[in-house]
Structure formats: structure tokens, C-alpha cells
């Protein structure tokens, strides 16, 4: 997921505004008393609800759930969304053959049976996956959900010309010669012609890969396989009022604004394994200011923050001072990041990419991302901590947090020698205009390497533009972005499910590029097709880490942090816990009150 893929789990896409100033002041800031003094309110204590349960005997079933955001979903259609908290919150409305476990931090990140009775039954040497439905699932006009609503659910993600955004991981999977046209270019009758996936009867699916893949039930777990009934489907215009599958259905949308769900009458319990839906009435109110946004959270009109990406530095400021007892300080599961495009002269020179990693002041940088709480600790490699294989600090090539924590100005003046710049070099920073923290990172990035003679504008930007600007490698070149500043998080907790797209060769592509550095190491693609063919767990974590070590050795990233958020939750919530399974975010699907009021 990316900040920005179109980005993935990724796509928490609005980070909280402020500036350096605020964001210093917010690191130095500890605030508030004892980490686990409840509130006057009774809230639990500080990072009571990170990687635990919080408050779990407490939730009463009735009430109104209010989510406050400050920016909508990319799409609330099943297959278009790609923000992490679209696919946390579109549970919701919608199910899947199997999903995440709604249990706390690791745990959370396995799979379990939702709308099948069991786990994949798997043959054919990892290419065959067979599913059988259970009783009693039904949309929410009460008609049965069946194998033939899965197929065509995902075979909407081959319409990617009417419904572009979401993951197309299945389609690459199912159909790697890309022969299938979509269900809306189908000339069976049916409209079901996709060959890889075969629908017997009702109650029963099979998969037929063409070459085996050992995350593809984890793909299956992705908000991108829900069921789509076939007349309910109104193309382009789904998101504005998707069919739910699930306990809850949509009453009123206006986009940009509010939306509202309310139960669904049709779904029945015995038949859902996985959600409790304890609320009567799920809200979401949009602000297009997140500190107001902090404010009215912080005055209790809103249980939490529906992107989960942390508060704004102010917000963050007042709570950790006087409301401490409701914050949760998670690892995000993202990292951030410099990444330097190989196109761009000096970096085809691995030197001078070096050069760039070893001058920069890495404190600084933690420091304009917020600081060891609210920022993250010192990233030291490109593997978030959630994936299989990550080694966390403990994997340092370059000394990052360590001898060269503060930036090496005679190393990296060494590498500058030995790439053929003594003298340094000119370059350009490329940032997102709407990501304060990314713009102060710039900054700090700028300073530090002025030291070492390597001079560089700041070149801000719009935000909403990143697959045309910086997703365009012709334009990178065009514009001399030497460094491109970003984040980066799983769309799943595998190698796979984060590191594919940034640093495989096939995913290099003329717009909507994500592997900005253009790698193309016959190494790393190996050690890829190498792992969709590893069925044992501790053979893929090996080959992750693998992976990381050679994206490491060539030098073609800087990391900042493995970021950390600041999450407020309010003092009426029950049931309440973060989970690798949505990127440290809490796990919307069974939050409930503590009062039916």
C-alpha cells in the first residue's frame, strides 16, 4: 500500500498538517502522567488498545458508532478502493471467502474463513484452491450470496477502464497474459467467461492458477474479492451505494461529506463467524481541517479517526499533554522514505547514491517526521517490521542508527570521490505538496547534504497528481528528480504484498509507476518468482530478507523511519485494538460502545 499507489493499504492518504516548528515541539513533548492512569472518563490508559484488547467485557450491543475523517475514500466501491481504512471500514458492508482475523497486533495479520467454511483446500502442487460457501449468507435483501457472486465480484477487477484504482493482484495471478476482457466486455451470457475460476454449483468455487503462488489467499482476503451481484451492479456509480454482503448497509452518502450505515436486517450471525456489529448506526463526518477535526475528537464528538494515519501536530500536542490515557502509539507498518531514480545523472552511479545515504542527518529527518512517538524509529533498511523476514534496526548496512546517525560528511565525501564528484553535484528534491512531514524531510534532507556540496531545490508537487508526476519515469528524467520522497506499506504482510511493485522489473511502468528507482536486478526478480513458489513459511521469510538485503546493497534507498502514529480513541469505545493487519490502525469491524446510548 502506499501512501499513494493509487496507492495501497498503503493509501492512508492524508497525513495530519503542521509545520517543522510544530512537529519539533510535538517530539519534545512527553506530556500527561502516568502512561496508565485511566482518564476522568474512564479510558484506559496509554497504549492500552496497542496490540491488545482494551475494554473487551465492556461492549454493549446498540448506539452510534462516529467516525471523523479528513479525507473520504478513494472509492467505497469493493474494487476500486485501495486506502487502508477503506478496506478496514468496507468490512462493514462487505465479506469475503476469507479474511483477517479480528484479533489484536500479529495474530490479526492471519487469515480465517468468513464467507467459506474453511480455509482453501489446496492441490494440483499450490495451482488448484477450492472453496465451499456456508449456509445461511445473503445480501441484504435477504437472497443468497453464491460461488457465482464471488466469481463475478472479482471479475470485476479486470474492468480496469471503468473501474480503475483498487489492486490488481488477482488479475495478474488468474490471468498473467491478460487474455480475459472484464465481465463488461464478457460475450458469454452470463457474463462469468473468466476460465480461471470455475463455479460448479452454488456453493462451491475453484481457482485454477496458471502457475502456483503462495500468497494467493491472502489476495483472496482483499476487500477486491467481495461478492458484486450482478444486477445490483451499477459500474462507475457502485462506491455511491455498494449492495452489502455484510451487517451493515448504506442509508445516505454525499461524497466529501457523510456517510451513514445502518444495520442490515437481512444478515444473520449464526452465518458470520467474524463480525459482532455491535452499533446500531455507523456515521462518518468529513472535515476539511484536521485540526478542527483533533478538536471535536478531543471534546468527545467523535469516537475516532477514520484515516488512521495519526493526529496533526497540534491535536497531538494538547492530547498527549492532557488526555494521554486516550492515545494508542502503534507501528504503522509503513515506512518512509528517499528513493533515488536511476535515470537521473549522478544516480545510475551507486556512489553517489551512497553518498547521499551516508551525508544525511538521520535524527533530523526522524525529527521532521514528529519524533521517536509520534514520527518512528530510525529507519535502518526497506522492510517494514509486519513482513515475515524484517529484521527491524537490527539490519543496518549503512549505520543508520548507528556511527553515522547524524550524517558522515567524510564518508560521504569518500563516495563522492568515488563516484567522480569531489566537488558535489546539483539535484532535485520531488515532494508532495499536501504532506507537510514529507515537505520538512525535504527540508532537513537539503540541509544536511548542503554539507557534503551536494545542492538541491525542493520542487512541491500537487499530491493528487502522483501517478502522472512522479509515477512517470519520461517526466522524473524530464524534471531531473534525482530524489523522490514517499511511503510505502503492505497490501498484504508479505514480501510480496509490499516489495513487488517497488522493486521488481515487470513493475516498471510508464504511468503509475511505483519502482521509482528502476531497478532491474535479474537477482531480485529471480529471488521473487523464486518465493511464489515457496509454500513453507520459514522459506519465504528467508527469501524476503534475502530481497531486502539485496535492495539495500544497491543503494537505491534512504530511509527515514519505520513510522509510528499518535491514534486517539475516545473514552465510549469498546472492544478496541490495533492490528498488522491494517497497518497498526485499529481494527474498525468489531469496535463497540460501552453505553447503547
Known amino acids: 500500500m502506499t501512501t499513494q499507489r493509487t496507492s495501497g493499504r498503503r493509501k492512508q492518504a492524508m ?11 510535538t517530539a519534545a513533548c512527553g ?25 473487551a467485557s465492556l461492549a454493549k450491543k446498540g448506539g452510534t458508532l462516529k467516525f471523523a475523517g479528513a ?16 478496506w478496514n471500514f468496507a468490512r462493514y458492508y462487505s465479506r469475503q471467502l476469507v479474511t483477517n482475523k479480528t484479533e489484536p497486533g500479529k495474530t490479526g495479520a492471519e487469515l480465517t474463513p468468513d464467507l467459506a467454511t474453511g480455509l482453501a483446500k489446496v492441490s494440483d502442487d499450490g495451482k ?12 441484504e435483501d ?13 471479475e470485476r477487477v479486470w474492468a480496469q477502464d471503468v473501474l480503475s484504482g483498487g489492486p490488481t493482484y488477482l488479475k495478474e495471478v488468474l490471468d498473467p497474459k491478460g487474455e480475459y476482457k472484464g465481465p463488461y466486455k464478457d460475450s458469454s451470457k452470463d457474463k462469468l467467461g473468466l476460465k480461471a475460476i470455475e463455479t460448479p454449483d452454488d456453493k462451491t468455487i475453484v481457482f485454477k492458477l496458471p502457475k502456483a503462488n503462495s500468497d494467493f489467499e491472502e489476495m483472496l482476503a482483499l476487500i477486491s474479492a467481495s461478492p458484486v451481484r450482478q444486477d445490483k451492479d451499477t459500474k462507475s456509480k457502485y462506491g455511491l451505494k455498494p449492495f452489502s454482503s455484510g451487517p451493515y448497509k448504506f442509508q445516505s452518502y454525499q461524497p466529501g461529506k457523510s456517510l451513514t450505515l445502518v444495520r442490515n436486517t437481512a444478515w444473520k450471525p449464526a452465518s458470520d463467524p467474524i463480525r459482532k456489529a455491535y452499533p446500531d448506526k455507523i456515521t462518518v463526518n468529513l472535515f476539511s481541517n484536521a485540526n478542527d477535526m483533533d478538536a471535536r475528537l478531543i471534546a468527545g464528538d467523535y469516537d475516532l479517526d477514520l484515516n488512521q494515519t495519526g493526529m496533526s501536530p497540534q491535536g497531538r500536542t494538547t492530547a498527549l499533554k492532557q488526555h494521554k490515557a486516550n492515545l494508542d502509539n502503534p507501528v504503522s507498518g509503513y515506512i518512509r522514505y528517499a528513493v533515488f531514480p536511476q535515470s537521473v545523472k549522478p544516480f545510475d552511479n551507486i556512489e553517489c547514491r551512497k553518498a547521499v545515504i551516508l551525508g544525511a542527518d538521520h535524527v533530523s529527518l526522524q525529527t521532521a517526521r514528529g519524533g521517536p512517538i509520534a514520527g518512528g524509529d530510525i529507519g535502518t533498511n526497506m522492510l517494514p517490521p509486519s513482513v515475515p523476514g524484517a529484521e527491524g534496526q537490527k539490519y543496518d548496512p549503512y549505520e543508520l542508527n548507528g556511527a553515522n546517525k547524524s550524517g558522515n560528511v567524510a564518508k560521504a565525501k569518500e563516495a563522492l570521490k568515488a563516484c567522480g564528484q569531489p566537488n558535489g553535484f546539483k539535484t532535485t528534491i520531488a515532494v508532495r ?28 508537487y500537487d499530491g493528487a497528481q502522483n501517478n502522472s508526476i512522479i509515477g512517470s519515469p519520461s517526466n522524473v528524467k524530464k524534471k531531473g528528480y534525482g530524489i523522490i520522497i514517499m511511503g510505502w506499506g503492505p497490501d498484504f504482510p508479505t514480501v510480496q504484498g509490499y516489495g513487488l511493485p517497488l522493486w ?48 539495500m546493497e544497491g543503494a537505491y534507498y534512504l530511509p527515514f523511519v ?29 469496535l463497540g460502545l460501552k453505553s447503547s446510548k
Open 15 to 25: 497525513a495530519a498538517a503542521g509545520v517543522v516548528a510544530a512537529l519539533l515541539a
Open 31 to 55: 506530556g500527561g502522567g502516568d502512561d496508565n492512569e485511566g482518564s476522568k472518563t474512564g479510558a484506559p490508559g496509554f497504549d492500552a488498545a496497542n496490540n491488545k484488547v482494551a475494554q
Open 71 to 86: 479525507q473520504d475514500a478513494d472509492s467505497w466501491d469493493t474494487t476500486r478502493g485501495y486506502y487502508g481504512f477503506m
Open 128 to 139: 488448484t484452491y477450492t472453496y465451499t460457501l456456508r449456509d445461511g449468507i445473503t445480501w
Open 142 to 154: 435477504g437472497k443468497p450470496i453464491t460461488s457465482k457472486d464471488v466469481k463475478y465480484g472479482i
Open 433 to 460: 505538496n499536501n504532506k507537510p512531514a514529507e515537505v520538512a524531510t525535504a527540508q532537513s534532507l537539503q540541509a544536511s547534504l548542503k554539507k557534503i556540496g551536494i545542492t538541491v531545490d525542493i520542487d512541491q
Open 504 to 551: 521488481d522489473s515487470k513493475y516498471i511502468l510508464e504511468s503509475g509507476n511505483n519502482n521509482y528507482a528502476l531497478i532491474k536486478d535479474k537477482t531480485i526478480d529471480g529471488l521473487f518468482d523464486q518465493y511464489t513458489t515457496t509454500l513453507d513459511d520459514a522459506g519465504k521469510a528467508k527469501i524476503a530478507t534475502e530481497i531486502n538485503h539485496k535492495v
Open 562 to 590: 519505520f513510522e509510528k502514529f499518535i491514534n486517539w480513541r475516545s473514552s465510549r469505545l469498546a472492544n478496541v485494538y490495533t492490528t498488522d493487519a491494517y497497518s497498526g490502525m485499529y481494527d474498525f469491524v468489531n
